[in-house]
Each structure stands twice: as structure tokens, then as C-alpha cells.
């Protein structure tokens, strides 16, 4: 898990692929800057997620960015 506020698609893919661990131990920090209107950045990164087995699991809005949960598909 990092603690580093993402600031794009591809920071945050890569920090996706790296991580080997459960899905429960995994939170993604992504700034505001890329929750752009149509929702296109995170369902790039969601696309990611999808791809390990995972699932969104809701998130927690701070300061200028969003922490991001997740959890095994079901």
C-alpha cells in the first residue's frame, strides 16, 4: 500500500499492478484532479482493478483526494 496521492491514469495502474497482497490491504489514493466529470479516469483505473480479481469498496474523500477501497470480486 502507498500513501502517495496518485496524480494519473498511469501512476495509478502501475501502483495496481505492483501490489501482491489481498485486496482488503490495498487502498488507492487518487487526487481530485482526476475525477474529471464523465467518470473516464477512474473507470480506466477501475478497468485495472477488475482485472486482479478486485472491486471497488467505496472510498473516503479528504483534502484533495479520495482514498479508494477495494475488495475480492464477487
Known amino acids: 500500500m ?3 496521492v496518485v496524480e494519473s491514469i498511469e501512476e ?3 501502483i495496481i499492478d505492483a501490489f501482491t497482497g489481498n485486496a482488503n ?3 488507492l489514493r487518487v487526487s ?3 475525477q474529471d466529470p464523465a467518470g473516464i ?3 480506466i483505473i477501475t478497468d485495472t482493478i477488475l482485472s486482479k ?3 471497488p469498496d467505496g472510498f473516503v474523500q479528504k ?3 479520495r482514498i479508494y477501497s477495494y475488495k475480492e470480486l464477487e
Open 2 to 4: 502507498t500513501h502517495k
Open 12 to 14: 495509478a495502474n502501475a
Open 25 to 27: 490491504d490495498f487502498e
Open 32 to 34: 481530485d484532479k482526476l
Open 41 to 43: 479516469n477512474m473507470t
Open 53 to 55: 480479481g478486485w472491486e
Open 63 to 65: 483534502e484533495g483526494f
